[in-house]
């Protein structure tokens, strides 16, 4: 886990990759275990890469969220812990 993030109820884990690749599945197993291990409600895998098919494949299987780093914001406000005005 590279990132703890908690607002109010809503316990957040996050693995960060910086790839010139498409990130695989060894990031979102990565996130799976650490989501279980801190008994976390959300998951999500951030990239500034793509993602490749195996990965959204076990991403969606397992509730994990993929996202590209600037997708933060509107991920933040989907969830609701932020409001835009």
Known sequence: IDVIATYGNVKAVF???KYAKPVGNSAVQEIIAGKAFEQ???AAVITNSTFTTSAKKLANATGVFLLHYSELSDFAEELG???TG
């Open 15 to 17: 693995q960060v990759k």
């Open 40 to 42: 976390a409600h959300v």
């Open 81 to 83: 812990l932020i409001e």
